[in-house]
């Protein structure tokens, strides 16, 4: 009867010792889920754009672009960060180096981003600057971690 008892005691033991560790398991996924579904300083959606200028060798068409450029995304209401560079020079067979600008900004969330898209000052760059580029490809992402 006394080992019955141990038996089922340690059985109990280990069932429990289980549960618990898997209900930690739960929490800290959850944890995660939430925390990578609440706003971050970066913004959570990226939206990456490259522009190949028509004529990219010309100083006048740059310094047109560059300005437009900063007027516009220091006037939108959704940027949560922004960046814009030029290629950096690194020739490798993975690397594309054919465009001339890049453009990248973070937003909160994809409604952000679509709201973003809807802005005046977005058409207004759009419209006013597009006779300067020949090509552009975008790139968006949604934040994993």
């Known amino acids: 009867m006394k080992s019955i008892w141990i038996k089922c005691s340690c059985l109990l033991l280990i069932v429990m010792m289980y549960s ?16 990578s579904s609440e706003s971050s300083p970066e913004g959570t959606f990226t939206h990456s754009v490259f522009f190949w200028l028509a004529h990219p060798d010309s ?16 006037n939108s209401a959704y940027v949560k960060t922004k960046y814009l560079g030029t290629p950096a020079g690194t020739p ?12 990248i ?3 909160d969330s994809k409604e952000d981003h679509d709201l973003y898209q809807a802005e ?15 090509k552009v490809l975008i790139y968006d992402g949604v934040k994993l971690w």
Do not use: M
């Open 105 to 107: 900004v973070t937003f």
């Open 120 to 134: 005046q000052v977005h058409d207004d760059f759009r419209n006013g600057s597009a006779h300067l580029w020949t």
């Open 92 to 103: 490798r067979e993975v690397v594309d180096n054919s465009w001339t600008y890049n453009l």
């Open 20 to 35: 618990s560790c898997s209900s930690s398991q739960e929490n800290a996924e959850q944890e995660v889920t939430e925390a």
């Open 59 to 74: 100083e006048k068409d740059r310094a047109e672009f560059e300005a437009e450029i900063r007027k516009f995304i220091d």
